[in-house]
Each structure stands twice: as C-alpha cells, then as structure tokens.
C-alpha cells in the first residue's frame, strides 16, 4: 500500500528529547502499531526500508533513535569502523533504564496516535532485537519479533555490561518470535540454547527459528543480506503481527 513516510516526532524521554521515525499507510483509518528498534547504527537507509516493509503490512511503524542522549537528532552512524566503533561504544554507555524508560515512551506514544488501534507489537535486529525484546516485558506490547539479538545470552546489554533481561522473561504476557542466524558469530550455538531455555522455563510464548544467515542477513547492503530469507522472515514477522495485533 502507498505509505507516509516523511513524519517525525521528537517525544519527551527521561534522559532528554528522542526522535521517532514515522512509517505509516496513506490510507485512512487506525492500523496496529509497532516500535521497530534498529541496529546500532540507528535509522539508515536499510532501516526505513524494513520499517517501510512492515508499514505496508498495515502497520504505523515507529523508529526510535536509540542514542539520543549522545548524538543530535537525525545521526546516521555509517556502516564502517568509525561508525562501529562508535555504535558499540555507546551500546555499552547507555544505562539500561534509558534503554527501556524509552520503549516505554516510545510504546506510549505510538498507541496514542490518531492513526493506531493501540495494539503495538515491537521489533528489532542486532541490538534491536534485544530492545525490541525488553519493550516486549511491557504488558501494553501483544508480540515482538526479535532478529539476531545481541547481547541477551552473556546479559552485557548496557553500562556495566550486566543486564537482567533473562531473569525478566517472565514479565512478557505477549509472544516473542525469535530468528537466529546459525553463522553468525554474535550469537553462537550455545548462546542461542541459554536464551532458549530461559524462555521455556519462564513458560514465555515464542516462536524460534533458526536458518542459515550470517549476522544482519536483514540488511540490504553489503554481502551478508540474503533476499530468500529476507522475504522468507517478513513472511514470519506478518503472520504474527496479523494474528497478535488484530482487534480483540
């Protein structure tokens, strides 16, 4: 469907002003929302196109700057060693409470808008996939789909690198879809059981699946992206959306 995607809304954070990126269908009436985090180099070019793929599912998309406390708003990090170098420094200088008082934010101010049913799901990849994760423990989030997370199975999210994101499982009363890629390295094979059991044991609803990808398969520059499976997980990430977002 034709979409809107020139929105911006700058909403009010506990650690200062945070932009939001709006995707959302052109046609009139209220769509299901979703808060989608991004990797760490925050809403490039292949972000808004994944945020502009799940909006013309019929969703209001939302894409938070994730490091709005430490850059200006409208920073794009490059997909390159400076802007690495950079996006993790400050996935580990950010304190953890600021990650998840913005999905709270974010969430809030996405099921208010004029144009959303107040269903939010969320979703995200690399360290989105663990934000979009966290926001999951919410109870206003119904679903969230989680690609190649990062970070959840050594819980070193965060200042401190020591997160308690697998102790808080239990918290999620919506489903989670997790997606791994079993080459990628961020994630290995024993990393992927040890989250995997966590949400067996904290009785969490989840999907899992894991394919043959390397870490970002997702993203449609440089030589990891794999279209098949592009196509093959927003497939996936549809038929959730469609059956935990509708209306009750």
């Known amino acids: 469907m ?24 052109a046609a009139e009436g209220r769509f299901p929302g979703v808060v989608l985090f991004s990797e760490i180099y925050q809403v490039t070019a292949p972000i808004r196109r994944l945020a502009a793929m799940v909006a ?64 939010i799901g969320t979703m995200g990849v690399c360290l989105g996939g663990h934000l979009a994760l966290r926001a999951a423990m919410n109870p206003a989030v119904q679903a969230a789909a989680c690609f190649y997370a990062t970070d959840i199975h050594s819980a070193s999210l965060g200042e401190g690198r020591a997160d308690d994101t697998l102790l808080r499982l239990g918290e999620i009363v919506g489903e989670a879809m997790m997606v791994w890629g079993r080459q990628d390295p961020h994630v290995p094979f024993a990393g992927r059981q040890t989250i995997r059991a966590a949400l067996e044991g904290a009785g969490v609803r989840h999907e899992w699946y894991e394919v043959n990808g390397q870490h970002a398969f997702l993203r449609d520059e440089g030589h990891r992206f794999d279209p098949v499976l592009f196509l093959q997980a927003m497939a996936w990430v549809q038929a959730l959306f469609a059956r935990a977002l509708r209306a009750d």
Do not use: F, S
Not at 10 to 24: C, K, Q, S, Y
């Open 2 to 25: 034709i979409l809107r995607g020139d929105e911006t809304q700058d909403i009010a954070t506990a650690t200062g002003p945070m932009r939001l990126h709006v995707l959302r269908p």
């Open 56 to 119: 013309g599912m019929g969703h209001v998309v939302a894409v938070p700057e994730v490091y709005h406390e430490y850059e200006p708003a409208g920073c794009v990090l490059a997909y390159d060693t400076p802007g690495t170098d950079r996006g993790n420094a400050l996935k580990y200088a950010k304190p953890l409470a600021a990650y998840d008082d913005d999905a709270r934010a974010a969430v809030a101010w996405l099921a208010a808008h004029p144009a959303c049913t107040g269903r």
